[in-house]
């Protein structure tokens, strides 16, 4: 694990073992909503109620009105990151299991290897391409062996995710990397909620099982807006690089929480597929010696809405500001080249 040349306190190790498990949570929660509730209700609450949470902090630090004038990447990035996977996760938890979409999802560091090195910000050296291939193999087997493929709907659903999770990152790395964190993520929530509501009323559920309800809330508050404001705290308390280390703790925890929670099988393909897949991110994405370790990170909303550190804000602001004016015009920031470990990965997000 990097160390980003600081040491590991007591309140360290708590926030990253509640933000290991947090993230991993919603794949359960989602899976017990959506039994109840349409999919795009599921994701319409639980924008709202997060967004709701967040936005009086947001107000009282002034950070929604800099988010807000940078409109199109932020639309780009909203869609990507929430608006398309959260409504994906949902439809596809109503026939996978939590764990296997919790697995499934994990591939996201892979996808996103793929993306940048294609972008020639990387490239494809022997230990990348080991990892690559070990870490599809492992999807290769969760799919073979757990998914019926009669039902490609909601594997596709999923494929759209991880290309979303993967590139909502990007989108942050051009275009909104120099804007407050918090205001990204609350004007993301603030959007995909205005999206979903006429698709919500229209799907709106005839009761309100307590299961179903409490599910929901607990994933706007908990997994979302909760999750956000511990994972600032532990970016500033451990530092980014450490931070999306729970980037691997996430699947761990949704396979527990499925097997263990919802009675869900243990099967070959989980058993085959997660250290595989976990293997290959962390040799697919493991950084490069010459990449500064307090580089660019973000994770997903999910593994979610992807967020960005006050590192990064920072190394903007001392630069001066030609790489915030490049990218208010539309130009892109002279960023540093992503780094998917510690930089691009959320994840498996990313939460669900």
């Known amino acids: 694990m990097p160390t980003g040349g600081r040491a590991m306190t007591r309140r360290g190790w708590a926030l990253f073992l509640a933000m290991g498990v947090i993230w991993g949570v919603p794949y359960a929660m989602i899976r017990i909503a959506v039994a109840d509730f349409d999919p795009v209700v599921v994701a319409f609450a639980r924008t709202l109620i997060g967004a709701l949470v967040l936005l009086p902090i947001a107000l009282y630090t002034k950070a929604l ?3 807000f004038r940078r409109w199109r990447p932020l639309l780009l990035y909203t869609v990507v990151e929430i608006v398309g996977p959260w409504l994906f996760i949902g439809f596809a938890e109503t026939t996978l299991n939590s764990s296997t979409v919790g697995l499934l999802i994990a591939a996201v560091p892979l996808i996103a290897v793929v993306i940048v090195t294609k972008l020639g910000q990387d490239r494809f050296d022997r230990r990348r391409v080991t990892g690559l291939m070990v870490g599809f193999a492992g999807v290769a087997a969760l799919v073979g062996l757990d998914i019926d493929l009669s039902n490609p709907a ?5 494929a759209l995710t991880t290309i979303g999770y ?8 051009r275009a909104l990397a120099d804007l407050p964190p918090l205001g990204v993520v609350t004007a993301s929530l603030i959007i995909a909620a205005v999206v979903y509501a006429p698709f919500a009323a229209w799907r709106r ?7 179903a309800t409490l599910s929901v ?3 706007a508050l908990i997994c979302t807006a909760a999750a956000f404001l511990l994972f ?3 970016i500033s308390e451990v530092g980014p690089a450490r931070a999306t ?12 929480l499925g097997v263990a ?9 989980m058993a085959i597929g997660f250290p595989l897949v976990i293997l290959g991110s962390i040799l697919g994405t493991a950084r490069s010696r010459e990449v500064p370790e307090e580089s660019l990170c973000t994770t997903p909303a999910a593994p979610e809405a992807a967020t960005i550190t006050r590192e990064v804000i920072d190394r903007v602001d001392g630069r001066g500001q030609n790489d915030a004016r490049a990218a208010s015009t539309g130009g892109e920031p002279d960023l540093e080249r992503i780094d998917l470990v510690a930089d691009d990965v959320h994840h498996p997000q990313r939460g669900g």
């Open 205 to 211: 559920p005839a009761s309100y099982p307590a299961d």
């Open 166 to 173: 993967a590139v909502g990152p990007i989108v942050i790395n």
């Open 154 to 158: 909601a594997l596709g659903a999923i």
């Open 261 to 269: 929670a919802l009675g869900e099988p243990l099967t070959a393909g």
């Open 245 to 256: 280390v729970i980037t691997y703790i996430n699947p761990a925890v949704a396979i527990v």
């Open 217 to 219: 809330v607990g994933l």
């Open 65 to 67: 009105g800099p988010v």
């Open 232 to 234: 600032f705290a532990l």
